[in-house]
């Protein structure tokens, strides 16, 4: 997939690595499509249902606001 913007950082929440702690076998996989949407908005690929619902309604949430700041140049 092509990246929509590459930013230089963002801000990773402890309760994101609590949850992909629980994921088990999945916890690779979610952190890496944590990490991949943080810097370039790359739409996750082959999350499982209960992982990709909490992306949606958690993490994508906090980090396009992160991602609106930077594109207005203040900081995270």
Same mark, same amino acid.
Do not use: C
């Given at each position: 997939?092509?990246?929509?913007?590459?930013?230089?950082?963002? $801000?990773?929440?402890?309760?994101?690595? +609590? @949850?992909? +702690? #629980? &994921?088990?076998?999945?916890?690779? $996989?979610? &952190?890496?499509?944590?990490? $991949? @949407?943080? &810097?370039? *908005? *790359? *739409?996750?690929?082959? &999350?499982? *249902? !209960? #992982?990709?619902?909490?992306? +949606?309604? !958690? !993490? $994508?949430?906090a980090l396009d606001r992160q991602h609106a700041r930077m594109r207005k140049g203040t900081e995270v």
């Amino acid at each position: 997939m092509k990246a929509k913007n590459t930013y230089p950082k963002f $801000r990773f929440s402890a309760s994101w690595v +609590n @949850y992909s +702690n #629980a &994921l088990h076998e999945e916890n690779g $996989r979610f &952190l890496r499509a944590v990490v $991949r @949407y943080g &810097l370039y *908005e *790359e *739409e996750p690929a082959g &999350l499982s *249902e !209960i #992982a990709q619902e909490y992306f +949606n309604g !958690i !993490i $994508r949430p906090a980090l396009d606001r992160q991602h609106a700041r930077m594109r207005k140049g203040t900081e995270v």
